[in-house]
């Protein structure tokens, strides 16, 4: 009751100001003209009663005031009168008052994008229970990080007291048949615990149940929401229909909410998982993700410590895997691993692009203010504080970081619109970026901070203003306006100092970008189409089935006019790894260490589809089947630190211990292939036939005859008409496969790119407004020396040299800056040091170069000026 | 004329308070009664007067509305209102036991 009477009268006093002032001088009115009334009553004569009522009531003006200054909100409407003078000094100063609100809007604009992106990626919560609990389990055997097999994850389960659950789980296509076209389904075969481990609950109908990974009781499928959406009209009964995935029946058990998109968005349904008996005694390896939920009294690191224990125990029982280590993080931070040092560089280049901007924004309203020093001492000398004059500096620069703040905010909701909709391949959680409300309120306090930093100077002139100096002088050569250049000296010293780690940042990448675009990929992408699909067992059962049924899909498409080649191979290049331990004998006779390698399985044409040169021996044939002994294909950098200076044709190694470990002779040597993708290239490769090592999920890559590129309906057309059943997906062509790989390192350089660009300018306006400004006021000192004897060309040197000198010193500065920070670079840098030399003098040798020319044309004014003229000006 | 001390201001406050508590009245009115109560002692200067009626009428004690004068003149009238008639006793009640304190120790003394 109390408030809303004080709120009322706040309201009152901040918008009906002129009703309340109308009615105290109607009340005064009234009051004086009853005293005259009262005085005539007593005898007076009119003129004398009106005096004597005037004198006695005193003056109505101060009054008045006494009663504003008295009302609540006094101050407040004072701040808002300052403000609004503020806006109307922009209005007649547009191109200042457009400069300061371009410069928050970059400086606030980049900062809110940037750091809505990192906060969506890598800030905000997983959506399950208590996410933080949440654990993601990896394995490194030799160096190689790796994904642990079934039986890791029981010896995991069986840790007490460590994990509360262990789930696991890998992704499967499933192949939809029936209800129209084929669909093929991206999904997970998971553990039937990975619900209650994460914390999450069906939307209609159930999640699995435990039991539900035995053989027999598992042909139940969970749906997305997308995909009951999409695909099933969102049909509220769906629970308990029956559809066809990979030929066989599945019961739809049900259907999650729209918030579960794990382990990403693209995901469509879920099934369980069913371990081979094989899998727990480890005779058979798969590999699968490993997640789990911390028990309620283990911490993180208590886990570390319990699975690096375990991790030792497995090593020294087994004799094959002597340096295995397991590796406990938080989900979230196994979420974004390959994203960190890419945001994380992002993010320190703009809080320095924010610097920058504080530090101009302050010198151009510092600027002002000392064009201002009249103004301010004459109204000191008329008695306003020094508290009033700061305060009025002060609130002066909110119009402009008002609207600079508004629209950078503005631009920032349309840069993160843009990307995420045109997202790169590969940032995780891109669906989580958005301006939320804990973005918004993170610009808000940076705004804040760049209100303070931009009122440094202002505020710094008004509180140092002194009305004697400055009608004495002029202001111009006053001790307090030397420091005040000074200070404004230093601040572009400053901009130079954080422009110059952006600058030797872009460089680096922009190098980087051209290393990476050179590198040889080991095969030639033009005219090649891909395509992906999955076999179905349940029609083709056994090896050489399968390996009989991709022979007869590569016949029907090459047949297709215009495809001059046609191969299977279970991985395409740039689209991960796969890696396994072979045993190669050498001269020293057979290793008892074994090598990683990458290995590929391909049909017989695969090489010549991709143009993989053939450098010794022979590709494979149709011949190297079952049926005929293990032969493989290896590339020159197997050749070359194996066997090396001797031909490796016929030499043998021992396949992976899980397949047999059978000898294996090497029958062809190839060119080295960037398998994995372009920048990383971690180990060599071994080929195997497709009769040989047959694999269940397999890509089509097409080389075109000719120009048109590949005719991709007509493809899916022939691999139909062998099996009207079989679905195809992800088709792409190589170079887009290429590009997609390289959009993540082209969009940070773009973005380093155009930081360091806008810092540069930024860099440039604040050098040459300093030294425009110096110029201005040493016009006499300029006059005396061209008096003197000094020459137009010393002038000019002398100008430049102060614009210049400025760049030298913040260069050196931003060299220290740059080298203490060179490791944020050194996981993005491809081909160069993350402390290149050539990047950093050039950045240094760029911005003094933008600092002389930034200086040569107020240098050119100061050259120009009369003597005569200037000294006469006096 | 000896001009009158002024009045310090929470004393004004609660004389004024006082004067409305029974009528309601308009400032000149206020001032008049307050110089007619105190045999022309206290003299209500209107520079006090009314910034001490728009600080009353702020705090919620008294509000005001306009109305016709006994001359017939538009006039802004003051009365208590509820939280206003509290507070006066509560004045009232402090204000005699610290005069009766003050008149106790100036005898005594």
Known sequence: MRIIHQLLMLWRSLFRSERIDADLADEMRFHVEREIEANVARGMSPAAARREARLRFGSVDTMQEQSRDDRP????????????????????????????????????????????????????????REPDRLVSVWLTRHGVRNLPAAADAMDLRRLRGVFD??????????????????????????????????GVSAALGRTFARDEDQPGREHVVLLSDALWRGRFNADATIVGRVIRLNGSPHTIVGVMPPSFQYPSSTYQAWVPLVLEPGELTRQVTDNYRVVARLAPSATLSRSRQEVAALAARLATSNTTDTELSMTVDSMLDDAVRDVRPVLALLLAAVAFLLLIACVNLSNLFGARATARSGEFALRLALGA?????????????????????????AMAEWAVRAFVANAPAGLPRVENISLSAPVVAFSLALLVITGFAASIAPAAHAW???????????????????????????????????????????????????????????????????????????????????????????????????????????????????????????????????????TRTVTPDYFAT??????????????????????????????????????????????????????????????????????VDPLPQVYWSYRQWTQDRMVLAVRSAAEPGVPIASV???????????????????????????????????????????????????????????????LREFGIRVALGA??????????????????????????????????????????????????????????????????????????ADPGVTLRAE | MTRPADLVQGTLDLLIMRTIATEQLHGWAIAQRIQLLSSDVLRVNQGSLYPALQRLERQGWITADWGVSENNRRARFYRLTAPGRRRLEKERADWERLSAAISLVMRLA
């Open chain 1, 73 to 128: 909100g006094a101050s407040m409407r004072q701040v808002l009168r300052d403000i609004w003078f503020g806006v109307r000094l922009l209005g007649k100063s547009p191109v200042f008052g457009l400069t300061g609100v371009a410069i928050v809007a970059l400086g606030i604009g980049t900062a809110t994008a940037i750091f809505s992106v990192v906060h969506g990626v890598m800030l905000r919560p997983l959506p399950f």
């Open chain 1, 165 to 198: 659950d262990v789930a696991l789980f890998e992704n499967v296509n499933l192949n939809l048949v029936g209800d129209g076209e084929p669909q093929r389904l991206e999904g997970v075969s998971a553990s039937p615990n990975l619900f209650s481990v994460l």
């Open chain 1, 385 to 409: 504080s020094r508290a009033r004059l700061m305060a009025q500096a002060i609130a002066e620069t909110v119009p402009v970081l008002a609207l600079g703040g508004a629209v950078g905010v």
């Open chain 1, 464 to 598: 140092a203003s002194d009305f004697t100096t400055i009608m004495k002088d002029g202001g111009r050569s006053s001790t307090s306006g030397r420091g005040r250049a000074t200070a404004r000296r230093i601040g572009v010293a400053a901009q130079v100092a954080f422009a110059l780690p952006l600058l030797a940042g872009a460089s680096l990448l922009l190098k980087s970008a051209l290393n990476v675009a050179r590198v040889d990929p080991g095969f030639k992408p033009d005219g090649v189409a891909t395509l992906a699909l999955e076999v179905s067992r349940s029609k083709h059962v056994s090896d050489p089935e399968v390996a009989d049924y991709y022979g007869r899909l590569i016949e029907a498409v090459r047949a297709v006019p215009g495809v001059a080649s046609a191969s299977l191979t279970n991985r395409i290049p740039l689209s991960g790894e796969q890696t396994n331990q072979v045993h190669f004998e050498t001269a020293a006779g057979a290793a008892d260490e074994p090598t990683n390698v990458e």
């Open chain 1, 610 to 679: 991709l143009g993989i040169r053939l450098l010794a021996g022979r590709g494979f044939t149709d011949h190297d089947d079952a049926n005929a002994p293990p032969v493989a294909i290896i590339d020159e950098r197997v050749a070359r630190t194996m066997w090396p200076g001797e031909t490796a044709i016929g030499k043998r190694f021992r396949e992976p211990e899980w397949r047999g470990g059978r000898w294996t002779t090497v029958i062809g040597v190839v060119a080295h292939v960037r398998a994995v993708g372009l920048e």
């Open chain 1, 716 to 778: 899916a057309n022939a691999i139909r008409s062998v099996d009207p059943e079989q679905s195809v997906y992800n088709v792409r062509t190589m170079t887009a496969i290429i590009d997609r790989s390289l959009a993540q390192r082209q969009l940070t350089t773009l973005l380093m790119a155009s930081f360091g660009g806008v810092a540069l300018l930024l860099a440039a306006v604040g050098i040459y407004g300093v030294v425009a400004y110096g110029v201005t006021q040493r």
């Open chain 1, 791 to 864: 020459t137009g060309r010393d002038v000019t040197r002398l100008v430049i040299w102060n614009g210049t000198s400025m760049a030298v010193a913040g260069s050196i500065i931003g060299l220290v800056l740059a080298i203490a920070l060179s490791g944020v670079m050194s996981n993005l840098v491809y081909g160069v040091a993350p402390r290149d030399l050539a990047s950093l003098l050039g950045s240094a040798a760029l911005l003094m170069s933008v600092a002389a020319i930034a200086s040569y044309i107020p240098a050119r004014r100061a050259a120009a």
